[in-house]
């Protein structure tokens, strides 16, 4: 793993050591956003530039992959929320990119099992969802591509689900449209039920009503869509 983690460079690690020896008072998740400090953004740079090669232009949660010449759509993501956390805001462990979508919808939602942590939490089993250095997402998520609907296989994978909200593909997923609002409720309810179904059986009963409110809501998207193009 530790071979897939950014190592520092010296400027950038004279950036980081300042930043470590600041006062605990001083240390903020607003520190990150100084966009007049120009060391800052090298090492940013030099993040976002080392994780989107590392995770190959692929995003830790939703596992959408992007090849761009550009990291414009990727986001340098702390993995626990910098607000929160300040004194890991370089911590190697960490830091990812993830797509906008997902670092948007995690955003400052706890990730830990102990909120009151004052050490980095160096194992899998410190977290409550998928961590994107420490996991191995395939054991926690299965991953429909034909809908690209997200089947959790335990307690992480529920809970990446909700912190990165992935259910948000089954709402846009067709090219004809947003899904209409009542599809959308009923695909949320069946969404919930399944994350809480504890048996195959019962996933797999709820599965099939899904797909065919999906299907539903895909015909009606198509037909609104076609109308307005023969209006």
């Known amino acids: 793993m530790s071979s897939l983690l950014i190592t520092y460079n010296v400027d950038d690690k004279l950036k980081v050591d300042s930043y470590d020896g600041m006062d605990q008072d001083e240390k903020t998740g607003r520190y990150w ?3 007049d400090d120009n060391e800052l953004k090298k090492i940013k740079k030099n993040i976002k530039t080392h994780y989107i090669k590392i995770q190959d232009y ?7 992959r992007v090849e ?3 990291n414009a759509i990727w986001d340098a993501e702390h993995i626990i929320p910098k607000d929160k956390y300040p004194n890991f805001m370089f911590s190697p462990l960490n830091l990812c990119v993830s797509c906008k979508d997902c670092n948007q919808a995690k955003r400052n939602k706890n990730v830990l099992k102990n909120r009151d942590r004052k050490t980095l939490p160096t194992t ?3 977290y409550i969802f998928i961590h994107p250095h420490l996991d191995d997402y395939s054991k926690h998520m299965k991953i429909l ?3 690209l609907f997200f089947i959790p296989l335990d307690s992480k994978g529920k809970e990446t689900i909700e912190i990165c909200g992935l259910l948000r593909f089954l709402y846009k997923f067709t090219d004809y449209g947003d899904i209409p609002l009542e599809y959308k409720s009923k695909i949320s309810m ?3 039920e399944l994350l809480k179904a504890e048996s195959g059986i019962e996933q797999n009963f709820i599965l099939g009503c899904l797909g065919e409110v999906v299907e539903q809501g895909k015909q009606v998207a198509q037909k609104e869509y076609i109308e307005k193009l023969l209006a």
């Open 145 to 147: 591509k034909s809908s």
């Open 190 to 192: 069946l969404s919930n």
């Open 58 to 64: 692929t995003c830790p949660y939703c596992k959408q």
């Open 33 to 35: 956003d100084n966009s």
């Open 124 to 126: 899998a089993e410190d």
């Open 68 to 70: 761009v010449e550009h």
